[in-house]
């Protein structure tokens, strides 16, 4: 059994349909990520950070609708281990928000970037260090591998984007990826059509773009999305 998830092989950790080991292969992609963007400036960067809330923001999803809901049912400290990380996840979810409306590569925006950059790590360490290791002392081989298989087809399927103000618990997050996930990547595609087309397209593109994010901001605000949320996961 793993103290961490940082040096044992795939074989020890379930291979590679474990959930531990897709697990460990978005984090270490998320870390590849942060270097690039302190690396980089302008339109780089900016593309840099677009790959890492597409990385982020499902990945994160599925741990609250998957992941941390299994661990509060298998562990008896479960409440205490999987709020302590919805919290992580709701502030860098507040920082993103924030962040999208902040003037790029000013010193307010670099600070940001280093409070989501400090935070992303610490919630990596405590998945690794505390939460995983012990979500493997409980489940068999076979338990990870059908909880990887869940908590992937979450993730190819959830949200892309920050949404701070929806629960980060089910049922509320569960309800919220209905509407919000086809607005999030229509968006997606959306704001890439208008950086690579000419001018005329790019600005219808980006309109119709803005008013799905209106939309989602009136969606995300329906009482039955915040169902479930433990009310001290909001600072
Ligand atoms: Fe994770
Ligand atoms: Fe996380």
């Known amino acids: 059994m793993a103290r961490n998830l940082a040096t044992p092989t795939e074989a020890e950790l379930g291979g590679p349909r474990s959930v531990l080991v897709m697990q460990r292969r978005d984090h270490q992609r998320l ?24 990385l982020v923001f499902p990945h994160a999803f599925a741990e609250e609708a998957v992941l ?12 205490e ?23 790029p590569d000013t010193p307010a925006y670099e600070e940001l970037l280093e409070r989501i950059t400090a935070l992303l790590r610490a919630d990596v360490r405590d998945e690794e260090d505390i939460l995983l290791p012990r979500l493997q002392q409980v489940a068999g081989v076979g338990t990870l591998r059908r909880v990887g298989l869940a908590w992937m087809v979450v993730r190819r399927t959830a949200p892309t ?16 990826a ?9 968006r997606d595609r959306l704001d890439q059509l208008s ?15 803005r ?8 969606v995300e605000h329906l009482p039955p999305l915040r169902r479930g949320e433990d009310p001290s996961t909001r600072a």
């Open 31 to 54: 870390d590849r990520l942060l270097q690039r963007v302190a690396a980089t400036a302008g339109a780089e960067r900016q593309e840099t950070l677009t790959a890492l809330c597409r």
């Open 68 to 79: 941390w809901p299994l661990l509060r049912r298998v562990l008896p400290d479960g409440h």
């Open 81 to 103: 281990l999987t709020l302590r990380v919805e919290q992580e996840h709701q502030e860098i979810n507040e920082l993103f928000t924030e962040l999208e409306t902040t003037e």
């Open 161 to 176: 984007r920050p949404h701070p103000v929806v629960a980060r618990r089910p049922p509320g997050n569960s309800l919220a």
């Open 178 to 186: 209905l509407p919000l996930s086809p607005l999030d990547r229509s």
């Open 195 to 209: 950086r690579r087309a000419p001018g005329r397209i790019a600005r219808g593109c980006g309109r119709v773009s």
């Open 211 to 218: 008013a799905l994010a209106a939309t989602a901001g009136v």
